[in-house]
């Protein structure tokens, strides 16, 4: 069994789909749009001939319960000091930095567009997706 996907409404959808290009680094893998689909699939940027190893596929859609969050593993302590300055500036702020030690690390909260909550963490002991393509 492997996990392959979830799925979030965005009641802000091109604002969202921008945040998790830009701030998040993903990668728009499918946009069914085009074709008649209502998903635009998002997830680090699978090697040539292969299929993602995992996406978030987000549609248009009221944001009922926001997800309490979800998190990006960042290289160096800089990218969070620059995530927070940047979501301090834009009011998207809600919790950090914090160097929480051990298994939790360095991080920072941020709310996007459509209201949920993205943590970036440096520090945590985990390896991350995506990770095995830069291996």
């Given at each position: ?28 893998v499918?946009?069914?749009r ?27 859609g ?58 970036f ?15």
């Open positions: 069994m492997r996990w392959t996907h979830f799925t979030l409404p965005l009641s802000n959808f091109q604002d969202s789909i921008a945040f998790f290009t830009e701030q998040c680094q993903l990668d728009v499918r946009d069914r085009p074709e008649g689909g209502k998903t635009v699939w998002l997830g680090p940027k699978p090697s040539e001939g292969t299929h993602p190893e995992f996406v978030l596929v987000a549609f248009e009221e944001v009922r319960e926001p997800l309490d969050h979800f998190g990006f593993q960042c290289d160096t302590r800089t990218e969070i000091d620059d995530i927070a300055a940047r979501a301090r500036a834009s009011g998207s702020l809600v919790e950090g930095p914090t160097d929480a030690g051990g298994s939790v690390g360095y991080f920072v909260v941020v709310r996007e567009p459509s209201g949920h909550h993205v943590e963490t440096y520090g945590q002991p985990l390896l991350g997706l995506g990770a095995s393509a830069l291996a």
